[in-house]
């Protein structure tokens, strides 16, 4: 069981394609997205893609629990969250899960989706490397995956690297 955990950014739209390339290399995939990031995706679309529900927020007590993850891909992260992730905050479904994760011996790999202007701040480079000192990997740097600087950042959602996060996970 692979979840795709989504953030609010530009790149969220194609998640599909992240999706398609997880379950053609075996995965069951579970999409959870932030709040912010249900207006940039097709949840229908994807509960159709995965026969899964897209979560954003914690069950209800009676409710039943879903399986555990084996894996987890963060993708589109966001500097917010990749930022809130390495500091521990757990103020949505999204981040409690990425929470408990890595004490839990779950793989966790991060795909950025940030412009180089946040990508060059110190908060944001401490973050990546504390998340690799525990173990997540953070495809960030040079062929993995670099920050765009393109306004509007079309290009950078076509060129946005999804196989590589299932690439990692192998």
Request: hydrophobic share 45%; proline share 9%; with cysteine.
């Amino acid at each position: 069981m692979l979840y795709v955990l989504v953030c609010a950014s530009g790149a969220a739209g194609e998640v599909g394609r992240l999706v398609t390339l997880a379950q053609a290399d075996g995965w069951e995939v579970q999409v959870v997205a932030t709040p912010s990031a249900l207006a940039f995706i097709d949840a229908a679309a994807l509960q159709e893609q995965t026969g899964r529900a897209v979560r954003s927020r914690y069950r209800a007590p009676t409710d039943p629990r879903p399986p555990r993850p084996d894996a987890i891909i963060l993708a589109p992260a966001t500097y917010n969250t990749i930022n809130k992730f390495a500091l521990g905050i757990a103020d949505t479904y999204v981040l409690g899960l990425l929470a408990e994760s890595p004490g839990l011996g779950i793989p966790v790999v991060v795909l950025p989706y940030v412009n180089r202007a946040l990508a060059v701040r110190e908060p944001f480079r401490r973050s990546v490397e504390q998340l690799r000192a525990e173990g997540v990997t953070v495809l960030f740097g040079p062929g993995e995956w670099e920050p765009h600087d393109t306004p509007d950042g079309a290009e950078a959602i076509a060129a946005f690297p999804w196989e590589r996060a299932v690439h990692a996970l192998r």
